[in-house]
């Protein structure tokens, strides 16, 4: 069993991957540095284009990687999510006391609206780790949207050849002094990935869990259906490329109504 070094407790005998807080808890202190690599600035592009105004939200607001570059642009931004720590890096920067950010588990979205935009980026929504709680968040973002308003998800689409015999071992980096690798288990049934980033240093061993429940693009369009919402577009990036079979990722933006 896990024991979580800070974050927020959501119920009672939650522990593990089962707390909406133990991704950040465990991934608060390295997440920028980890993703620095990833221009923000397409994502941001697309989100500005459909927000007007606002107001909008982000669901996994995180560190603020997408919030704080939309928000320069004039757009009203608040945030969910469940981890203090990562919120606390969001905090840090510049800009990041002034939006409103909600400490709250995404798959209930925690805030009223009504939003113009709801956005959720870099396959967060697989944090949730079951397809009720998938379907929850549909259906609560449904209920904040005002007319109108759209959903936007950005996930990647399976690829299960990535696993021989359930599993994968990939090597992530070595240097002189240290080696990171990802180990991983996937189980078919529950359409879920069990991954370990392992990093061996002069100061030891460091672990940095994370789990995930993949959806097929078209059971995340039943869910919206079920929560009234319809699929509007879907593109391969943010640069609104075709959609296609051979994909590795997508866009999808459902509307309300």
Request: charged share 20%.
């Amino acid at each position: 069993m896990w024991r979580l070094p800070g974050g927020v407790c959501f119920g009672d005998g939650m522990t593990g991957f089962d707390d909406p807080a133990f991704y950040g808890a465990r991934w608060a202190s390295v997440y920028d540095d980890r993703h620095g690599g990833l221009d923000p600035e397409p994502a941001v592009d697309f989100l500005a284009g459909l927000a007007g105004g606002g107001p909008v939200l982000e669901l996994g607001i995180g560190t603020g990687r997408i919030a704080l570059p939309l928000a320069r642009r004039g757009v009203a931004v608040e945030g969910v999510d469940a981890s203090e720590a990562m919120v606390g890096r969001l905090r840090a920067k510049p800009g990041g006391e002034s939006v409103p950010v909600t400490i709250a588990d995404m798959a209930g979205v925690g805030v009223g609206g009504p939003f113009r935009l709801v956005y959720l980026v870099a396959n967060t929504l697989f944090g949730l780790l079951s397809q009720a709680r998938q379907a929850a968040c549909f259906q609560n973002v449904a209920r904040v949207l005002g007319p109108d308003g759209m959903f936007v998800i950005e996930c990647f689409v399976p690829d299960l050849t990535r696993f021989d015999r359930g599993q994968r071992v990939q090597a992530l980096a070595v240097t002189e002094d240290s080696a990171t690798f990802e180990l991983s288990r996937h189980d078919a049934v529950q359409q879920r990935v069990t991954t370990q980033v392992v990093t061996l240093d002069v100061d030891g061993v460091h672990l940095r869990p994370v789990a995930i429940r993949y959806s097929w693009p078209g059971e995340l369009d039943v869910m919206a259906r079920q929560a009234g919402l319809r699929l509007a577009d879907r593109y391969a990036g943010w640069d609104r490329r075709p959609f296609d079979s051979a994909s590795g990722q997508h866009i999808s933006v459902y509307r309300a109504g």
